[in-house]
């Protein structure tokens, strides 16, 4: 498809072309990949798995997650093929619903904020935590929450800034990152196959639990250990947000979210399993400030630990990069339809990058503010990382769920899954049900004010105050996403819908 066509299927949409499109399909995927990052989300939650199911549900639950995060991206990378679009979620929602279609987009549109504004904060934390534990290899100083905190700043400033350049160099960038993250899964796993001292057993990676949160119940004790794979597999969402920036969205979209998925798949598989067969003292590991720095100096020595944790920091780093990108586009695209505080601030484009610049600092800023609770309580990183997964896949479902209600009137883009839509996005609603009321649970026991799960919180704030806003002001003027094209108008792709919805599309701007 040309880039003309893409512009003009925009329009259909009911948007101008004011971001840049300079994104191939491979660059398309490498931000949702790049994102997902095994390098990431395996290795700073990996800690939580060995104390939470231990070897057997690390080894174990990563492909069962997969599979089902698969579904859920098949689910949704069907809907992105008709409605390719940097607004994504929040936009399918609005289209695929013939009653309270703006109110249906509006919550959409704010668990998806939450969710990437979570991820954001989780990965450039987890990437500040490993920083720091290589700085202190390097004897510079000792780590400690206030030192990971500044790093964590620091880090996200530094993405507020690639972004900041415009869209080639982000593009130039995930492109890079998709091989670092491949060559540096192979690196790690071969030097794990071949240094350590000893390997444990196959009984032990696949068969070895352990309960180190306080609680009787093994079965509850593994279904939270499910999160170490579940938050890994978020953010791939970016292919959809970056649309507007990718020729032959309707394809390449889809196609970044359904492949990042599954080469994440096997790369965690392989990364998780060789990291586990390292092990070479899993009580001492286990208890250490950063387990999976501790496996690798264990098993690798000093020096070639050190050379495999700069492969860590270095795809961690690249992830945030692609984080923060993803959840501008999608604040540029909620704020475009005056869906934010401030919108006119956060959706102006950068005439010289083509980049909305603003967008970035919110999500950089926003991100910040969600970490910092980590200085009177590191419990709450674990909690950033459920707010992640619930904000991410409660706004994922939501269109599924619309797009299973709305039958036989979808009108399907060239990318679609045919006889299995339904049961693919039928499954893909029920997991992401399970795994909401899930990670809201607590994860260690006692639970006192130092290992409260306060994910909940935050959605309830969160819901709050969007619920709140809508109740109170909103409802009265939001209408769903802006009819901005050159026509001014929104072409229907489904004729039974869109007659009850033209008048609600096309509004004037209010912000």
Known sequence: MAASEDEARLRELGYAQELKRGMSGFSNFAVSFSIISVLSGCLTLYGYGMRTGGPALITWGWPVVGLMTLLVGLAMAEVCSSYPTAGGLYYWSARLTERESAAWAWFTGWFNFLGQVAVTAGVDFGAAGFLDALLELQGWYSVTVPHTVVLFGAVLLLHGLLNQFGVRLVARLGDISVWWHVVGVLLIVAVLAVKPAHHQSTGFVFGHFTNGTGFTSVVYVAVIGLLLAQYTFTGYDASAHMTEETHDAARSGPRGIVVSILVSIGAGWVLLLGLTFAIQDYP???????????????AAGMATGKLLLVVVVGA????GMSSV?????????????GALPFSGLWHRVNPRTGTPTHAIWLAVGG???LGLPALWNMTAYAAVTS??????YIAYALPTFLRLRLGDRFERGPWHLGRWSRAVGTVAVVWVAFITVLFMLPQVSPVTAETFNYAPVAVLAVLG??????????RHWF????????AGEITATEPD?????SSALVRRRTR
């Open 387 to 392: 707010i992640a997964v619930i904000g991410l």
């Open 465 to 474: 105050f969007a619920g709140g806003w809508w109740l109170l002001s909103a």
């Open 497 to 501: 819908v869109s007659r009850t919805r």
């Open 284 to 298: 001492g590991e286990m208890t250490a400030a950063v387990p999976p720095v501790q496996i690798l100096i264990d």
């Open 367 to 369: 991100a910040f503010l």
């Open 479 to 486: 209408t769903g996403p802006v009819a901005a094209g050159p």
């Open 316 to 319: 961690q780093l690249f992830c």
């Open 325 to 337: 990108t993803a959840n501008s586009r999608m604040i540029y695209a909620f704020s475009r339809d």
